[in-house]
């Protein structure tokens, strides 16, 4: 039921002609064309929950699919919700029990309004729901009585005044008029407050006589105009009283103060004033509220005897904005005056902002782009004025804002883009001021987590990395741990190390290196030679988890430590294994002679390579020298006839690693003056070299006779079992008897000789040939083969020990098996 619907419900029920209805028509559509979004909805009271109000989709324009998508939902501020939206047909029903009377009092017309949102995008749309009255109150008298005291000397004309009658309805069902029983003294007059509420004054029209009729007893009806009609009635109970023919008269028949709302019991108001020409006790004056039943009296006091009206109730403007209070002087003769006093309530500042949370979003992706929505908030402030006016904002942070879309609704968005690694959650302190004095104001704080993106690639804490390893390493040596760190978390700052491939003296560098790809520890593959790799130079990629994944490369330096593992080598006097090389000292030569230069090297770097030469050996140590560094040696002395022409030194060269490491070179040294005189000296020294040769050209003509032998055997070997595997099947399977076959020189019997005809060598060879060696080993086992002749076809085969040619030794032994048959 659409706005224009409602208003027909609210023609029909107000009776308007057809003009009126024609006005009002035009300024209602002008009127939903200047508001959007708004829908005004018209319904009686005391609906059943459950009855429909209106469909608000079709209103509204909206399909059920965007009712549903949009998550519409209705928000309101009030503790009751009055009605209920069913998504699924996009129409509003009652939810609760709607009392017009108990929804506004005496306002009119009646309505409540709440706003529908949707999401995605969001839209609000105002309802206002008029809520229209029936007749179910009937007007009622505070008192079941009202009491005069008239004097008989009352003047024609005189006006008493009567309690009103309260009726909980408005507009036609609420108190239209009053009547009175049939007498012949008083006539009733029906005035209204500036409010329209009515109320009636006796007025005497003829004078009464105490001595005809000193009691009259009356009734004041009260109706009101719904339909069917409801009533209330009152007695009037008058006493006549004699003599006091003046009544009190007010000095002004309007009074008008201001009272400050929350003003303290007891603030003084105004005074009104009643003077009674009478004398005596006829002219004293008692002042009071007419209207009892207004509830004056919870806010309100008057002093009976002076007139002074002050607070006795607690004054809110945001429920009462004016009072209007009927004042009564009454004389001890019963005369009375009325006069009425307008109290206006000034508003102060003493409400502060309400902030209601409409939608909120936590966590919030740090890649969220500047002015995204956070949530949406609703304001409100039920003072009046500049006191009622709200600023909201954001306290102490810049990265967020207040942006206003809609009246008292504000939107939090971000201002700037957020980094979750700088800061990951957010306390939103949102302010709302009132422009009051002094103002109030309302916080309400937001907590907000960021969440992450893979946006920080891992970082290295050095940007080359420089390790140092001592060669001949043990292999799988950890050498260093690589740190990388993500600021990321989670999944986006979990590392992955991972070594690039390259090249390192033509072999791959994971040959030589390995990353872990969890801890980053890098450790050695394979023992380092500092002779043939003296750096390792590869560079590692540190990624990290997320989606994509992001990565930094680092350079990684390993330095490979020089050992003294290598002897020194002398390249000088060369040592030749077919001719002797000698130097020749002449007889005259002079002390400090040189006669020659040791020449070395070592292939180790650093200390491990300095060189010292020392003598070790010579045929006559008082002749010659060495020198420590150079290797030169030199004549100590000079040369003399009595030294020998042979002359033989042993020069150790020495490293300087720790421990040390040595080699040792012979120098032939001849004194002599000519060479016919050193040839002589040598020639047993050349024959016996020559022996020494032809000895190792024997041993290893030898060695080689001995292979082939021992291949040959092996060969015969296997052929052997293989041609006895053959017979033997073909023995188990054939019923002809077996003629057992014995190869040559193989013995029937343990041996009759010394020595049994098979013997088992183990020749055992190492790198040099002539330093072989042979032994003997145990005698190999021998197989028999007998033949039963009681049994058909059936060979027996006694192995009484495990042949050697079965089972020969291990091949990682080094020593070879010759079988010599």
């Known amino acids: 039921m659409a706005f224009g619907i409602g208003f027909s419900t609210l023609s029909r029920k107000l009776r308007f002609d057809c003009g009126h209805v024609l006005e009002l028509l035009f300024f209602l559509f002008c009127l939903s064309h200047s508001v959007s979004g708004n829908i005004r909805y018209s319904i009686p009271e005391e609906m059943k929950k459950g009855s429909v109000i209106g469909n608000m989709a079709q209103d509204l324009g909206l399909d059920l699919t965007r009712l549903r998508s949009g998550r519409a939902r209705i928000v309101t501020g009030e503790s009751i919700q009055y009605t209920e939206l069913k998504a699924d047909k996009g129409i509003l029903v009652v939810n609760e029990r709607i009392d017009r009377e108990q929804l506004c009092g005496d306002t009119a017309p009646c309505s409540f309004s709440f706003e529908v949102i949707l999401e995605n995008p969001m839209e609000l749309h105002q309802i206002t729901v008029e809520v229209t009255d029936i007749n179910d109150h009937s007007p009622t008298f505070k008192k079941s009585n009202l009491k005069f005291e008239i004097s008989e000397s009352a003047l024609t004309g005189a006006r008493f005044s009567l309690a009103s009658a309260d009726d909980r309805d408005v507009g036609i069902n609420g108190l239209r008029e009053y009547f009175i029983s049939e007498n012949d003294n008083f006539v009733l007059r029906q005035n209204s407050n500036s409010d329209g509420k009515k109320y009636a004054e006796m007025v005497l029209q003829k004078p009464l006589d105490r001595e005809t ?80 039943n207004s509830g004056i009296g919870d806010f309100f006091t008057i002093d009976g005897k002076n007139g002074k009206i002050s607070v006795t109730g607690d004054i809110d403007f945001e429920k009462d904005k004016k009072f209007e209070l009927r004042i009564d002087a009454i004389d001890q003769g019963g005369l009375t005056d009325s006069s009425k006093v307008i109290i206006e309530v000034t508003d102060v500042n003493d409400n502060a902002p309400s902030i209601s949370v409409m939608s909120f979003t936590s966590p919030l992706s740090e890649d969220s782009p500047s002015g995204t929505t956070i949530g949406i908030i609703n304001v409100k402030d039920i003072d009046s004025g500049e006191n009622g006016q709200v600023n909201c904002r954001t306290e102490g942070n810049a990265h967020f804002k207040i942006k206003s879309n809609l009246r008292n609704y504000y939107t939090l968005i971000t201002d700037t883009v957020l980094d979750r690694e700088r800061v990951s959650e957010y306390n939103i302190s949102v302010v709302a001021t009132d422009s009051g004095l002094p103002p109030f104001s309302a916080k309400k704080v937001f907590n907000l987590k960021i969440s992450d993106v893979n946006d920080n690639a891992p970082v290295f804490s050095q940007s080359i990395y420089n ?159 060495v020198g420590l560094q150079n290797g030169e040696i030199r004549t100590i002395r000079q040369v003399n006839d009595k030294d020998a022409v042979k002359q033989r030194l042993t020069v150790i060269v020495e490293d300087n690693g720790q421990p040390s490491r040595s080699a040792t070179v012979i120098v032939n040294v001849a004194v002599a003056d000519s060479f016919p005189e050193v040839l002589s000296e040598f020639t047993d020294l050349i024959h016996d070299k020559e022996y020494n040769d032809n000895l190792t050209f024997y041993l290893v003509l030898a060695l080689a006779v001995v292979s082939f032998l021992f291949i040959t055997c092996v060969v015969v070997i296997i052929s052997v079992k293989i041609y006895r595997w053959r017979q033997s099947r073909i023995m188990y399977q054939s019923n002809l008897p077996v003629i057992p076959y014995y190869p040559p020189r193989y013995s029937d019997t343990l041996g009759t000789g010394t020595l049994q005809h098979v013997y088992n060598y183990e020749v055992c060879r190492t790198t040099d040939s002539r330093k072989s060696d042979c032994k003997f080993g145990r005698a190999g086992s021998q197989n028999v083969l007998i033949m039963d002749p009681s049994s058909t076809g059936t060979m027996q085969r006694i192995q009484s020990e495990k042949s050697i040619l079965d089972e020969p030794d291990s091949p990682l032994e080094v020593c070879f098996t010759l079988i010599l048959v």
């Open 467 to 625: 390790a140092f390893v001592t060669e001949n390493n043990s292999p799988g040596v950890s050498v260093l741990t690589l740190r990388a760190k993500d600021p990321d978390e989670n999944q986006n700052a979990r590392i992955s190390y991972i070594l690039e491939e390259t090249t390192v003296v033509g072999s791959p560098i994971s040959s030589h290196i390995s990353v872990n790809a969890e801890s980053g520890v890098v450790h050695a593959v394979r023992s380092f030679d500092y002779e043939q790799i003296k750096q390792l130079v590869f560079v590692v990629r540190a990624q990290d988890g997320g989606s994509p994944p992001l990565s930094s490369n680092v350079t990684v330096k390993i330095l490979i430590q020089d050992q003294n593992d290598n002897p020194p080598q002398v390249l000088y006097p060369v040592q030749t294994g077919g001719s002797v090389v000698a130097e020749m000292v002449p007889r005259s030569a002079d002390v400090g002679y040189l006669v020659t230069k040791v020449v070395a090297v070592d292939v180790d770097s650093g200390q491990n390579a300095w060189l010292s030469y020392k003598l070790q050996k010579a045929t006559d140590r008082a002749l010659f020298e």
């Open 213 to 292: 009729n000193s009691y009259l007893s009356l009734k004041l009806i009260a109706v009101d105009g719904g339909t069917p009609q409801r009533s209330g009635t009152v007695n009037i109970d008058i006493t006549v009283l004699d003599v006091n023919d003046n009544a009190p008269v007010f000095n002004q028949s309007v009074y008008k103060a201001t009272v400050m709302e929350n003003a303290p019991r007891g603030t003084y108001i105004t005074t009104v004033n009643a003077s009674d020409a009478d004398f005596g006790s006829n002219s004293i004056v008692t002042y009071s509220f007419s209207d009892l």
